[in-house]
């Protein structure tokens, strides 16, 4: 770590709570729009259906198969599909709802602010992260993360998702560095662990699941133990 001069952390389930705050939205969602009457059986069926097409949509995003409207309406209208509910209607009430209140949530994963007044004193802070500008802007600014922060690359500024190497490439330019003096820490082994790497950085993951680490990355559990590390 002795190079290392930057710290670039991914957004979304690495500092922002995105399972919980997301969650707790669909869960508002599900009764605000009485989902159960419309034909979807329980809540949780409807969360893990939405998580599988939403994910599926975005690397449909990052492939340049979908657009960005498509994305934002479809996981809703195509979750809705498969419990046999073709209502546009709802879906776009649902996408509405979803986008304005998701962002204005404010939890953030345990130790997330004392870890970045920590590593702020030490390294220059960055951020990339795949979601949409004015969604990932607005969490930054709400839970007053922002000011921690040099840099802020986005998925849409660099025309890339990870673990496309061209949004690593675009924070690098932004960031005025080369990769070597750079460590991203992030949720995704994929998108944040291979990308990383392919791009000359360091990564460490944060693995609070407790998956296998089949790539043998360095991880932690916590982002207090990072302060350990760096």
Known sequence: M??????IFDL?????DFSGNSKRILADIFELLNLQA?????????????KFRNEFLWQEYGRGNVSKEEVRLNRFYVTFNDFGVNNYVLANKAADHYVYHTRRQTDLLPNAIAVLNQLKQKYQLHIITNGFDEVQYFKLENTGLQNYFETITTAEAANALKPDIRIFEHALRAISTEPQHCLFIGDSPEADGHGAINAGMSFIWLNTENKANEFN??????????LNLV
């Open 12 to 16: 979304d389930n690495t500092l922002w």
């Open 38 to 50: 419309e034909g979807i059986p329980d809540f949780e069926q409807f969360h893990q259906q939405y």
């Open 2 to 7: 002795l190079e290392i001069k930057h710290i």
């Open 217 to 226: 990355f360095v991880e932690v559990t916590d982002l207090g133990e990072l």
